[in-house]
Structures are given as C-alpha cells and as structure tokens.
C-alpha cells in the first residue's frame, strides 16, 4: 500500500485540514497514513485518529515580544538543523510516497528533509496572505494549493483548489443539530467561538452583554478548555469545545468568530452568516486580511477587537439585513478537497 505522510501544526488550523484529507483517504483505502508533528495540538488531535506518528522538537520565530523575543530567535538557526535532522530520520522510519504539508512552523524541516531524501511534496496554503513556512516550501514542492484564487498567483507552482473542509462539517443538517443540542426550531441561535483555545477577548465581551443578548437569541458559546463559567443565564449554553463542529453551525442562524481560513471557507461553504473578529496582535495580519476579503464581496461583517461593545448591535443588523443573507445563501464555495485528493493520488500512481 501506497504511503502519505502529512505535517503541519502549532494550531488547530494547520490541522484541521490535513484531517478532512485523511478521513478521505482513509475511506478511500487507496494509501496509508501517517504524521509529523511536535508535542502540540497536533499530536492531540491526531492521536483521535490513532495514525502512526513521529515527533519532533521545533523552533517558532517569535512575533514582537521585544529583547527577550529577539533572544529566542537567535537560537531558532541551530535548533532548525536539529529539527531537519529529527524529521529526516521520520521520513526514514515511515517511508512515505508523497509528503503533504499543511504550513505552520512544524512543517518546514519536514519538507526540507523529504526534498533531501527526493521525496515529492506538496502543500496547501489557507490565507489569502503566503504564510512564512510555505513561502519557504514552496521552493520544494511540486505543487502549493491555495483556499484563495488569487493567492495562486503569487505562487510559482501555485494552484487554486479552495479550502480542506472536513465531511462531517458538511453533512451534518439543521433540523438534526437543533435536535442535537436541545433547541427549537424557531427559536434564533447565534454561535460564538474563538478558534482552537477560545478567545478571552471574545468570551469577555459576550458575557459583557449577556443579558441583552439572551433576551433576543440563544447563544451557543463556546468558549475553550477552563473557560467555562457559572452560569444560570436562560439561553446561554456553554461549551469548553464542540467535537461536533457541523452540528454547531448547523444548528446556527449567525456565527461570530475569529477569521482563520479553515474557520471562514467552512462558515461560507454551509452558506452561514458570520461576524468575523480578526486577531490582532502578535500576527502577521491573515485574518484581517481574510476577513476584508470576504467583506469587499458582501459575505460576512467585519467587526474590530476595540469595538465589541458593538457586538449586540452588530449581531442584530446581520440578522434583519436581507441583502447579506442572500449573497451568503448564492455564494459558490465548496470544499477544496477533490481537487487535491486528486493530485495526490496521481502522485501515488507515478
């Protein structure tokens, strides 16, 4: 049996796809899989899957963070020969046909190492902005999908294929969520989450307004591990995490989030109206960028860290603004899975 080898991680979001390509493949049984990754979040959301994995130890260029940032990166040179070393001998120990990369600083000493071992590769970049380690590996693969079109051109061998969406994501239905997690059919449910961790920001700022909030809707929120609170509120249910993501938006009628790709493409391939709140800080810009590109086309709201006490007025014009939920409902995105499941089974078959 032919073999793929994926990596990629350091958040949920450069993992989440490899996954929905693997549940994929896996059900297809044309390949064996198995993964490179740190001692991270990938390695907990792989080990759900029980997939032959190999772990290495990897430096993160550290955004900002003054003199002592500065200090850590220095060491970033030789502790990346280490990792390159690490993710060399994986590479020997599985023997994998085709390595996939899902971007993130795990992934590059895997694709450096499988380039040194003539290991073809491949990746896919979620942001409408070229991460750092896929504008590195990109000089090593033989091809880099891209979630947006115009991403694609900025990329030699770049080829537009949209996002990874996961299966379960797209199958799941309203009236079987709502069923689910004990709701009505007419009542208006507004889902709030924060990404992999939670947001402190986010879960702040809804609880803020919590009250006026739950007098008009009910509000799915959830708000990461430890950060549930004590709570009587009527309509307000709380979550540490959702493992059934699908039923979640489902059960939906407005989603307020961060704007990761991942999170963003499968919002809009349910056709979801969505409040995106981009992370600010210590980043290089993605998710403001990727939310400015779906407002520029009318398909969600775009609302900034320093204005959620807008956050029940902006909430309450999403749902009554018509126009929105039409362009959302006509939307044409789909999951980018075939197109790169595709090329990967070609590769198999060289």
Known sequence: MKKILFTGGGSAGHVVPNIALIEEILSSGKADVCYIGTNGIEKRIVSEWKLPYFEIECPKLIRGGGFAGLKRNLKIPAAFFRAVKQA???LQTFKP???F??????????VIAAKKLKIPCYAHESDFSIGLANKISSRFCKRVFTSFPETAKKLKRGAHSGAPIKRSVLSATRAEARRKFGLNFNETVVLVFGGGSGSETINRAVRKHLKTLTEKYTLLHVCGKGNVVESNVKNYRQFEFVTDMGGAYAAADLVVSRAGAGTVFEIL????????IPLEGQTRGDQAENAAYFARQGLCKVLR???LDQLPSVIENALKDEPFKE?????????GNAVILRELFAELSK
């Not at 990369?101 to 895997?110: E, I, N, R, T, Y």
């Not at 391939?269 to 995106?276: F, G, P, S, T």
């Not at 409902?329 to 999951?335: D, E, G, I, N």
């Open 101 to 110: 990369s899902k971007g993130g600083f795990v992934a590059l000493p895997v």
């Open 88 to 90: 060399k001998k994986g």
């Open 97 to 99: 046909d085709v390595v």
């Open 305 to 307: 860290q320093s204005e």
């Open 327 to 335: 362009r959302v409902l006509s939307s044409s995105l789909k999951s």
């Open 269 to 276: 391939a349910l056709k979801k109206r969505a409040i995106l």
